[in-house]
């Protein structure tokens, strides 16, 4: 006894012993080892980004200012033209076409236009290129692709605008605008306040009333004015559009006002801000917070590059770069993009150091093995000792002892488990052998009576529908449909009790007590049918026939318990209630109908389920006849047309069921049947009278 109680001061738990061993010994060295590569590579990760996005944002900027010099040169060689020079804009089909040619090589381009000191002004626009609100308030025929506005103060001409096609043929030509004068325009004003800047705006187009810029320069030469062109807002989308970087990131351009001023979904971005139209959207709006802090970091001189994440945790590199061409306008380019999608490389680099390392941590695995292996040959022990039992070999074996607490407890238990799966290893299925073990129910051969409600199912037509079929196929598909039909029993505290054929047999209120089983066994019995629903659709799509199952419920005394031999006991229930259920099942056949219940079973669960009255029959070994019903649904669920069915139907079988009122319920069957005239019950009970009023005639 003393000896035993040293042994137990000197236990240590197993838990204790393997687990600290190798998490502190082998885990911690390999995670710290873990945790420097990964700290590594991501500093060698931002690193790169850095300096990659700052080229991309570069690039992307040079390309920008590329697409605005381009306008400038075409504006220079405007400028540079004689006719222009000369305000010799009226009737001058020459001009007209190198403005239109402009206009096509220059996609970005709404327009191109010129302002004179003395209020004369020529301007083509691309009807197309706006959004087409513009095109209908024209109200110009589709062949109209340019529209060409002269006022000519020097020719004293009225002014005109004339709708032209792709090849400059006039389509339309209408009187005005009358009230428009260029030099009180923004981008007049102010290319001769300052003419160091190529842009003016944003701003709204007079004739467009959309936002965007204007590219504009004074003429050097010649009269007093100024040669410009328009951006829309809109065309910087697809320009934008190309400059994103990996499938996340995304370009754009806002000013010192931080206002969006570019944007590959620019258009809705504009249509979010109903309140004002002629306003641009702020940069808060893209749902980057960390956006505008770092923007303004830059602003005050901080870096061009930055690290920030999103609320989902996720990490970003945004870069800001500004344009030349843009002058006194101050617009800039910011990108960003995640950094996950950014250097797959270098993401490649880390995913080997991060294999290096695990691999350190394999190398330290033989001790750790060892040392395991050492501690736990009882538990090795153990597991052969399980794998026996799940095999059910459950000869005697001695008990394993151990040095370790928990393993020295484990043995005790591996050693209960045998003793108690050799008394249960006759009880087959084993989920009834696992309710007879919780519940405490008696393992003796034998039983004691109980009320229970027992349920019966069967396939329709079955045979016929497998027999020529792959028996394989037929196994797997018949233990799907099992598997549905007995999780829902079971899921309403219903026992499977076996299985016959493609039947299933069950029942409630055994072994575990349940008082309210009957109405268990109903729930039970609809949620079988809408699982059978759900399958057959399954079946159907796989090209396998759907199973139809019949229902048979009835409640009553039964003798319950275990039946068979000491080697091969089977807990089940017996007697007349469970042939009744068996009965019952059967009689859907004859009636075309899914569930049937006995009277016993509506009288329990009638409070809470529909049912309905099919017809009163007289089973072999009972002395009264026995009313049948049909199981229709819960009665919380049931609409009141189906309730109203009902009770018409409970009407007519009083009165079949009465001597003397054939007539009567012929009168209202025929009635029933014009409202219902696929009703099985109701057309069986309708041949029964044709045939006993034929009998009497007779």
Not at 192 to 201: A, E, H, N, P, V
Not at 224 to 238: K, P, Q, S, Y
Not at 488 to 496: F, L, S
Not at 625 to 636: D, F, Q, T
Request: proline share 4%.
């Amino acid at each position: 006894m003393t000896g035993e109680t040293t042994k137990r001061q000197f236990r240590i738990g197993f838990q204790t012993s393997i687990i600290t061993v190798f998490v502190g010994v082998v885990l911690l060295v390999g995670l710290t080892l873990v945790y420097l590569s990964f700290a590594r590579v991501t500093s060698i990760t931002r690193t790169a980004a850095s300096g990659f996005i700052e080229k991309v944002a570069q690039l992307g900027a040079d390309h920008v200012d590329e697409q605005f010099q381009n306008v400038r040169d075409n504006l220079d060689i405007l400028s540079g033209l004689p006719a222009i020079q000369e305000a010799d804009i009226a009737d001058n089909s020459r001009l007209y076409s190198l403005m239109a040619a402009m206009l096509r090589n220059n996609p970005q381009l709404f327009n191109l236009y010129v302002g004179y000191e003395d209020g004369s002004f020529i301007e083509m626009d691309v009807i197309d290129r706006a959004k087409p609100a513009f095109r209908s308030g024209l109200k110009v025929d589709e062949d109209a692709k340019f529209r060409l506005v002269v006022i000519s103060r020097t020719a004293g001409s009225a002014p005109v605008t004339q709708y032209l096609s792709e090849n400059l043929i006039e389509v339309a030509e209408v009187p005005g605008p009358t009230g428009y004068d260029p030099r009180q325009r923004p981008w007049y004003v102010e290319a001769f306040r300052t003419d160091k800047t190529l842009l003016t705006g944003p701003y709204v187009f007079y004739a467009t009333g959309e936002p965007g810029y204007t590219l504009r320069t004074p003429l050097k030469e010649g009269r007093r004015g100024v040669v410009a062109g328009d951006v829309l807002l809109n065309r910087f989308e697809d320009m934008l559009a190309e400059q994103k970087l990996g499938q996340s990131g995304l370009a754009f351009l806002f000013n010192d006002a931080e206002r969006i001023v570019g944007h590959p979904e620019m258009s809705r971005l504009m249509a979010e801000i109903p309140e004002r139209q002629d306003d641009l959207p702020q940069i808060g709006g893209l749902k980057m917070p960390a956006l505008v802090p770092i923007i303004r970091s830059w602003r005050n001189g901080g870096p061009a590059q930055q690290f920030f994440a999103d609320g989902a945790g996720r990490t970003y590199i945004a870069a800001v770069h500004r344009l030349d061409t843009t002058g006194s306008a101050n617009v800039r380019l910011a990108m960003f993009a995640p950094l996950d999608e950014f250097y797959a490389r270098i993401i490649d680099e880390r995913r080997t150091l991060f294999a290096l390392a695990l691999a350190f941590v394999g190398a330290t695995l033989p001790f750790a093995f060892w040392l395991g292996s050492l501690m736990a040959q009882p538990l090795r022990k153990l597991v052969e000792e399980t794998d026996a039992i799940q095999r059910f070999d459950i000869a005697e074996r001695p008990r394993i002892h151990s040095a370790i607490g928990e393993i020295e407890e484990l043995g005790r238990s591996v050693f209960t488990m045998r003793s108690v799966v050799r008394s249960f290893a006759s009880f087959i299925p084993r989920p009834i052998v696992r309710q007879l073990i919780e519940t405490g129910s008696s393992l003796r051969l034998g039983g004691s009576r109980r009320e229970v409600t027992v349920l019966f199912t069967d396939v329709a037509d079955f045979t016929a529908k497998t027999e020529r079929a792959d028996p394989s196929q037929v196994m797997i598909y018949t233990s799907r449909y099992f598997a549905a039909l007995s999780d829902e029993i079971m899921r309403h505290q219903g026992t499977v009790d076996k299985y016959i054929g493609d039947a299933v047999m069950a029942f409630w209120n055994a072994p575990a007590d349940d008082p309210d089983h009957t109405a268990n066994a109903c729930r039970a019995v609809l949620a079988c049918l809408a699982a059978n629903e759900a399958l057959n659709k399954d079946f159907r799509r796989d090209g396998w026939p759907p199973y139809d199952t019949r229902f048979g419920l009835h409640v009553g005394d039964a003798v319950v318990g275990n039946i068979g031999s000491s080697d091969r006991m089977n807990y089940t229930a017996l007697g007349a209630t469970v042939n009744l259920a068996s009965r019952l099942e059967g009689l859907n056949k004859s009636y075309g109908t899914r569930v049937l219940v006995s009277a016993a079973v509506r009288a329990r669960a009638g409070h809470a389920f529909l049912f309905r009255s099919v017809d009163n029959i007289t089973p072999k070994g009972f002395a009264e006849p026995i009313e049948v019903s049909e199981l229709r649904g819960e009665l919380a669920q049931a609409g009141e047309a189906e309730i109203a069915m009902c009770r018409r139907w409970d009407e007519i079988f009083a009165l079949i069921a009465q001597d003397g009122s054939a007539e009567t319920a012929r009168v209202r069957l025929s009635g029933f049947l014009h409202d219902h005239p696929k009703d099985s019950v109701a057309l069986l009970h309708a041949q029964r009278l044709r045939s006993s009023a034929q009998g009497a005639a007779a």
